[in-house]
């Protein structure tokens, strides 16, 4: 079985990010960058299925500039076999970014697609559910649990467990199938020296969306940016008392 | 221009999402119908027909689409959208799992978590964990958005009348199937529309403290959330993760028990009306949110405020 590994590049999570000065985007210069924590679910849920001898082969894909094969030897270094670097300095939107996936997919013929729910920066939480629709694949969106029975020749299966806003939902996906990643799916191993060392000598092939086909044009364009209202820090209370008597005659909350 | 709205229910009740959602639709334009697929669904239908401002709904009622599995609701949505210049969902883990799906069939970019309407293709978002809000302009023919709740007020469900158009559309993908469901059964008011919100954080230490938390809540009339840290840490389900990733709140009345303040969770919560925070570090970033903070250790002053109130 082989799975693929969708890993996005982006500003690691402790930064705090701030507009430009002139609003027209996001201060993106000298930043700290990661791999986006869902993706990093994704990879350890990959290698894991490897680890039971699910999964034969895993290939970690990653659509950015050239400095996101560092996001794929990270990857590598947990336990993927292969990576493929989509090469592109336009910042795609998530219709764009499936369009290369499916592109792949037809590539690869992958038995399960692995991905993030969620890409911190952009915070969309569209790309699994697009590439479900460009290549047809049934999703398991916002797993928590993650099971796999067999592979696409002989009709395997997904049971994918979802965090869903009531708690949660199973259901049961033909493969290939894709399947996003939720917090509570695993937690990610951090990748040894030798490992980090023997990534650098796995294969890391290059494309560009143009090479496969896909028109990356934008639908949508950024208008500006702002910070959000910010709220100023209130006051200390002193105890449990004062703090009754500001809610119920100053706040009027209870 | 005419506006489809993606009801969510659950078959055989209409939720309060939706109507959060009809208020972001009449926003850009009057003429809203509400879609209501589903299984068995005739009763929401109902419902969705006296919502205020409605002119139409539609009933796509078919077992295939009663565990609203994206396969299958899709198709449906991109079939229907062709007719309309907006598809709306609100955000919730049934709107976010659908949407972008139709999106992708119509060859359309969509727009996650709209907190504003700007003009008929122009929208706010919070991005970033809600660190900026971006301003973003669609160039796409039908634009198709999901709607942050808490941003917009719930338009009343009763006072309108408009007529129910059944659909005999049938989408049914069959390579998926809804196995089960463990949904969280609780008393108490709805995390995302509630009016009091206490969260706990991983400083409660355990599923049992967060009992003290509940007793609270009851007096309050309130819900009960939590940080990511508590979840993973397993005192309470995944439900109940407020933040960036989890569940966004706006209360009248939040109260942050033992939660640091990480960006994360104050995506989640940061447009409450008043925010209370109580932590024993008095360094705490919550505080730098809170209107009223109370450096104190949860263990002393939870069961006094229970007591006191
Ligand atoms: C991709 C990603 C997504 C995330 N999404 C979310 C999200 O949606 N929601 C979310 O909440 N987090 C999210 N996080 C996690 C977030 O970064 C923080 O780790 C988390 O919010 C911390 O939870 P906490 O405040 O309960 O724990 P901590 O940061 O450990 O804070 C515990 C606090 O409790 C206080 N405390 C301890 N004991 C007591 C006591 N007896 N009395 C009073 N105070 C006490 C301590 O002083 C401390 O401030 C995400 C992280 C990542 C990487
Ligand atoms: N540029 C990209 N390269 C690789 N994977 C991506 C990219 N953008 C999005 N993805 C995948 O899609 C998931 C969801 O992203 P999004 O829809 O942007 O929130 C991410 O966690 C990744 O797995």
């Known amino acids: 079985?082989?799975?693929?590994?969708?890993?996005?590049?982006?500003?690691?999570?402790?930064?705090?990010?701030?507009?430009?000065?002139?609003?027209?985007?996001?201060?993106?210069?000298?930043?700290?960058?990661?791999?986006?924590?869902?993706?990093?679910?994704?990879?350890?849920?990959?290698?894991r299925l490897k680890e039971d001898g699910a999964a034969t082969e895993i290939v970690a894909v990653s659509i950015g500039p050239q400095q996101a094969q560092e996001?794929?030897?990270?990857?590598?270094?947990?336990?993927?076999?292969?990576?493929?670097?989509?090469?592109?300095?336009?910042?795609?939107?998530?219709?764009?970014?499936?369009?290369?996936?499916?592109?792949i997919c037809d590539q690869e013929s992958p038995d399960i697609i692995l991905m993030g729910k969620q890409s911190i920066d952009g915070d969309?939480?569209?790309?699994?559910?697009?590439?479900g629709a460009l290549t047809g694949y049934p999703q398991g969106t916002f797993a928590s649990e993650l099971k796999v029975d067999g592979d696409t020749v002989d009709g395997?299966?997904?049971?994918?467990?979802?965090?869903?806003?009531?708690?949660?939902?199973?259901?049961?996906?033909?493969?290939?199938?894709?399947?996003?990643?939720?917090?509570?799916?695993?937690?990610?191993?951090?990748?040894?020296?030798?490992?980090?060392?023997k990534a650098k000598k796995k294969p890391m092939d290059e494309t560009t969306p143009e090479d496969l086909g896909v028109d990356v044009s934008p639908r949508v364009e950024l208008l500006g940016v702002e910070l959000p209202a910010e709220r100023s820090a209130g006051i200390k209370v002193a105890n449990v008392d004062e703090l009754l008597d500001k809610l119920k005659n100053e706040a009027k909350v209870i | 221009m005419s506006i489809l709205v993606v009801a969510e229910h659950d078959n055989s009740h209409?939720?309060?999402?939706?109507?959060?959602?009809?208020?972001?639709?009449?926003?850009?334009?009057?003429?809203?119908?509400?879609?209501?697929?589903?299984?068995?669904?005739?009763?929401?239908?109902?419902?969705?027909?006296?919502?205020?401002?409605?002119?139409?709904?539609?009933?796509?009622?078919?077992?295939?689409?009663?565990?609203?599995?994206?396969?299958?609701?899709?198709?449906?949505v991109a079939e229907i959208a062709s007719g309309y210049s907006h598809v709306l969902a609100p955000a919730t883990t049934t709107g976010k799992n659908i949407l972008p799906r139709a999106a992708a069939l119509l060859d359309v970019q969509p727009i996650?978590?709209?907190?504003?309407?700007?003009?008929?293709?122009?929208?706010?978002?919070?991005?970033?964990?809600?660190?900026?809000?971006?301003?973003v302009k669609s160039t796409d023919p039908i634009k198709v958005l999901t709607v942050r709740t808490t941003a917009f007020d719930a338009t009343p469900a009763e006072g309108g009348s408009?007529?129910?158009?059944?659909?005999?559309?049938?989408?049914?993908?069959?390579?998926?199937?809804?196995?089960?469901?463990?949904?969280?059964?609780?008393e108490r008011p709805e995390l995302t529309s509630a009016n009091v919100v206490i969260s706990g954080g991983r400083g409660l230490a355990s599923s049992e403290n967060f009992q003290m938390l509940e007793k609270l809540a009851d007096k309050l009339g309130g819900a009960i959330g939590a940080s990511r840290a508590a979840v993973d840490a397993g005192f309470v389900p995944n439900d109940m993760q407020v933040g960036q990733t989890g569940k966004i709140v706006a209360p009248d009345l939040y109260i942050a028990v033992a939660i640091s303040g990480a960006i994360q969770h104050l995506a989640g919560m940061k447009d409450s009306k008043v925010i209370v925070a109580i932590?024993?570090?008095?360094?705490?970033?919550?505080?730098?949110?809170?209107?009223?903070?109370?450096?104190?250790?949860l263990f002393d002053v939870i069961p006094e405020l229970e007591k006191k109130l």
């Open chain 1, 1 to 47: 079985m082989k799975v693929l590994v969708a890993v996005k590049r982006v500003v690691d999570y402790n930064v705090k990010v701030r507009p430009k000065a002139d609003g027209s985007g996001v201060e993106l210069n000298n930043l700290k960058m990661s791999i986006n924590p869902f993706c990093e679910i994704a990879v350890e849920e990959a290698v």
């Open chain 1, 71 to 103: 996001q794929i030897r990270t990857s590598l270094a947990l336990g993927a076999d292969r990576g493929v670097l989509i090469k592109t300095d336009q910042d795609l939107e998530p219709l764009a970014v499936a369009k290369c996936l499916k592109a």
């Open chain 1, 124 to 131: 969309n939480n569209q790309t699994g559910q697009m590439l």
């Open chain 1, 156 to 197: 395997g299966k997904a049971t994918v467990t979802r965090e869903i806003d009531g708690g949660l939902q199973t259901v049961s996906l033909d493969l290939p199938a894709i399947v996003t990643t939720d917090l509570r799916l695993n937690e990610p191993r951090y990748a040894s020296l030798p490992n980090i060392m």
């Open chain 2, 14 to 76: 209409l939720k309060a999402a939706t109507l959060n959602t009809v208020t972001a639709a009449i926003a850009i334009d009057s003429e809203i119908t509400l879609l209501v697929a589903g299984s068995n669904c005739s009763a929401v239908a109902t419902e969705a027909a006296g919502v205020k401002g409605v002119d139409k709904v539609l009933l796509a009622d078919n077992p295939a689409y009663g565990d609203r599995l994206a396969e299958n609701l899709a198709p449906l």
């Open chain 2, 112 to 135: 996650s978590d709209i907190v504003s309407v700007e003009g008929a293709d122009t929208f706010k978002r919070p991005i970033y964990a809600g660190n900026v809000i971006a301003t």
């Open chain 2, 162 to 186: 408009a007529g129910v158009e059944p659909l005999d559309i049938t989408h049914n993908a069959g390579n998926s199937a809804f196995v089960g469901e463990e949904l969280a059964v609780s």
């Open chain 2, 279 to 297: 932590n024993k570090d008095e360094e705490a970033p919550i505080f730098q949110v809170a209107d009223y903070g109370l450096v104190a250790d």
